[in-house]
């Protein structure tokens, strides 16, 4: 079974950016292959990547809820082929965007179909990243394998801190079995105050580490240059190696 690593945060932590982080860090160190899944309903991960999408899970159970199926063809069929059109794939890892949520009417039949793929395409990964927004319900509808680890992402706000702390009492009450949870504080200026380090106690999830505020990091994003061409010398960078070598065995 792979190993799954799902990011949560609240918006403008740099959630996303330490999602593109963590891959590069996988295929730094040859755990490879890595499937990322972009699970946030404004999916932006492939330009973290550098990678161009052309579809989405979203698009494929749409088109099968509409009954936009070729004669001939079963939906099975037709899903499976689908979803692997949606598939963009890289170097050391592949990406799968899950598009936007459901609309109105029911998308049980689509949805298990998606789960079946899921679950059979995941199996050919060793690490899995999925990259999420605040709320965890899209992993807990459309996937039924086991979190390994959460990483709820946040910046030195309190609001950022109280969101990771929303996440991570979310993902307890869901059923996405998650094993280990933790907490990357993000963009910091200087080390988090004895005031934060009571809150994070209190919360009951371990602090994995800082990343700090980088001005090359700034410029890649404003310039949209892909973060994960950053050098490996860059000091946030170095810091979320740093944490994932000790997070991940």
Same mark, same amino acid.
């Given at each position: 079974? =792979? ?29 490879? =292959? ?26 494929? $159970? ?38 936007? =949520? ?23 990964? =060793? ?9 965890? /319900? ?27 702390? $929303? ?51 700034? /410029? ?11 050098? /490996? ?17």
């Amino acid at each position: 079974m =792979p190993f799954s690593i799902a990011l949560a945060g609240k918006g403008g932590t740099g959630k996303t950016t330490i999602a593109g982080m963590l891959i590069k860090y996988l295929e730094a160190k040859g755990k490879t =292959p890595v499937l990322a899944v972009d699970a946030d309903s404004n999916p932006n991960l492939n330009e973290v990547l550098g990678l161009e999408v052309t579809d989405t899970l979203g698009n494929a $159970r749409e088109e099968m809820k509409k009954g936009v199926v070729p004669g001939g063809m079963t939906k099975d069929v037709f899903m499976s082929m689908k979803l692997e059109q949606a598939i963009v794939e890289a170097g050391g890892y592949d990406l799968i965007v899950m598009g936007q =949520p459901e609309g109105s009417g029911c998308y049980c039949a689509a949805n298990t179909l998606l789960t079946g793929f899921l679950e059979r395409l995941t199996g050919n990964y =060793p690490y899995v990243v999925m990259d999420n927004e605040a709320g965890m /319900e899209h992993i807990s509808r459309l996937t039924t394998r086991d979190v390994d680890m959460l990483l709820a992402v946040s910046d030195t706000s309190r609001r950022g801190l109280q969101a990771a702390f $929303r996440i991570n009492q979310l993902a307890r009450d869901l059923n996405i079995g998650v094993e280990k949870s933790y907490l990357i504080i993000n963009q910091v200026k200087e080390q988090p105050s004895d005031t934060v380090l009571q809150m994070v106690e209190k919360e009951g999830i371990e602090l994995a580490g800082t990343i700090p505020e980088d001005d090359v990091l700034y /410029e890649f994003d404003l310039n949209g240059r892909p973060t994960m061409e950053m050098p /490996e010398d860059n000091g946030a960078i170095q810091a979320a190696f740093e944490i994932f070598s000790r997070i991940i065995a």
